[in-house]
């Protein structure tokens, strides 16, 4: 196996490298690359455009292979695949933790990224430029709720509402959107991170998603953190 192949995800992070390229201009590419997205791109053109960001010294470690997929992603995944869906808003996504695995194992889905931070979404759409098609990252405050009513089939909160000072709007807007189902997961401890603003236990899921007209709720525990899906349908 090459070097290359085996310190990163070469398809993915050849797909960021080619988005990001064709924004900034970093790295340079012939045209003839430029033209292509990853799926498009051979075994060895994906190793050229993968060696050309590490010579311009972009930050590859979103892209890290043998990164373990984290348990809270591995259980959202496994409930995801027994569901049938074709739309899905993921709030907060940050820089891909869950979405990158996701798109990877649900290609057909079309997927809507929320993120506050611009430098998330650019990184997002760069990713979609150069590869994963199915995305769209939009720099939008999932309390205003930017959406309309049965906008997406699934919507995803994952160690987001913990961040978010109007949690009870961001529960709302997500049960408004949201056509069968609303997935969350928060650590159910308390932790140092400054970040983060509240501890959200069961009893206050359970009051908030009832608020927001929603009591078909069922809840998990995975290492550290509460999983929990609310059913719209």
């Given at each position: ?64 292979s ?5 348990a ?9 695949h ?26 057909w889905v ?7 931070l ?16 199915q ?18 089939d ?7 509402l ?24 928060v ?6 991170n ?7 236990t ?5 009051q908030m ?13 995975v ?11």
């Amino acid at each position: 196996m090459n070097d290359i192949e085996e310190r990163c995800d070469v398809k993915t992070a050849a797909a960021w490298i080619l988005g990001h390229a064709r924004r900034t201009g970093i790295p340079a590419l012939p045209e003839s690359l430029l033209r292509k997205t990853s799926e498009e791109c051979s075994k060895e053109e994906l190793l050229q455009i993968v060696m050309a960001g590490m010579e311009a010294e972009l930050k590859l470690y979103p892209f890290k292979s043998g990164t373990q997929t984290l348990a809270r992603t591995r259980r959202t995944l496994g409930f995801l695949h027994s569901v049938s869906f074709e739309t899905m808003l993921d709030v907060g996504s940050g820089r891909g933790v869950f979405l990158i695995p996701f798109m990877k194992e649900f290609p057909w889905v079309k997927v809507t990224s929320l993120d506050l931070l611009e430098k998330r979404v650019t990184f997002l759409n760069e990713l979609a430029d150069g590869g994963f098609t199915q995305l769209h990252a939009g720099q939008k405050d999932i309390c205003s709720q930017p959406f309309p009513d049965d906008s997406f089939d699934i919507v995803t909160m994952l160690e987001v509402l913990e961040h978010i000072p109007e949690v009870e709007k961001a529960v709302s807007a997500a049960v408004h959107m949201a056509r069968q189902y609303v997935v969350v997961t928060v650590p159910s401890k308390p932790d140092d991170n400054p970040e983060h603003i509240h501890l959200l236990t069961k009893d206050r899921l359970t009051q908030m998603f009832a608020g927001a007209g929603c009591s078909r709720l069922h809840f998990d525990g995975v290492e550290g953190h509460l999983f929990m899906v609310a059913a719209l349908v």
